[in-house]
């Protein structure tokens, strides 16, 4: 996932724009979720490049 901006995020692969957290004029600090880091990680084949801060063991028992 590459961030552009306002909490938004952009799959490289299709292109989907997802909204994550708030913009960023109100930062409160939330994060992704694991298990939705590890939904999204998943559906990228498991890639190290969206892991989103958080181990495989993390993302893997998350998926359980």
């Given at each position: 996932?590459?961030?552009?901006?306002?909490?938004?995020?952009?799959?490289?692969?299709?292109?989907?724009?997802?909204?994550?957290?708030?913009?960023?004029?109100?930062?409160d600090g939330e994060s992704l979720s694991v298990y939705d880091a590890a939904l999204i990680w998943a559906s990228n084949g498991k890639d190290e490049g969206y892991t989103f801060g958080y181990s495989e063991g993390e993302l893997e028992r998350a998926l359980r």
């Amino acid at each position: 996932m590459e961030y552009i901006g306002d909490g938004n995020w952009e799959c490289p692969k299709c292109g989907r724009v997802i909204p994550f957290g708030e913009s960023d004029d109100d930062d409160d600090g939330e994060s992704l979720s694991v298990y939705d880091a590890a939904l999204i990680w998943a559906s990228n084949g498991k890639d190290e490049g969206y892991t989103f801060g958080y181990s495989e063991g993390e993302l893997e028992r998350a998926l359980r």
